[in-house]
């Protein structure tokens, strides 16, 4: 998997930039605590960078998870829908939220790499 982060704590997997899965990075899992509730994006819509796409639900709060790049959502995770908890448990895998269609790949470049991100969340 060849992820990039936001520096709203998304990641998305850039190396299918026609179905790039999006998620929470565990520094925004953690931060929000236990997840209890998601609402996912309709398949279809589409959203610029930096829109909100989702809703996450913790215990603590309720958090934004915004669209890493501009783009049209071709999937949702339903499994997440149904057992929100799967985020506290894996969110750089089973928990991912969505699949976009990425307009413009080129928009990858304004995102952190691993190693940035992580000087970023600390």
Not at 102 to 108: L, N
């Amino acid at each position: 998997m060849s992820v990039k982060f936001s520096r709203e704590h998304q990641w998305i997997d850039t190396a299918t930039p026609e179905a790039a899965r999006v998620g929470i990075t565990p520094f925004a899992q953690d931060t929000l605590g236990d997840i209890v509730f998601v609402e996912l994006p309709a398949v279809g819509k589409s959203f610029a960078a930096g829109e909100v796409a989702a809703i996450v639900e913790s215990v603590k709060t309720a958090a934004d998870v915004y669209m890493p790049v501009a783009g049209t959502i071709v999937a949702v995770n339903e499994a997440l829908r149904a057992d929100p908890a799967l985020a506290n448990t894996d969110p750089l895998g089973a928990a991912w939220f969505f699949t976009v269609q990425v307009a413009d790949p080129a928009e990858f470049d304004a995102l952190l790499d691993d190693a940035a991100y992580q000087a970023f969340a600390t």
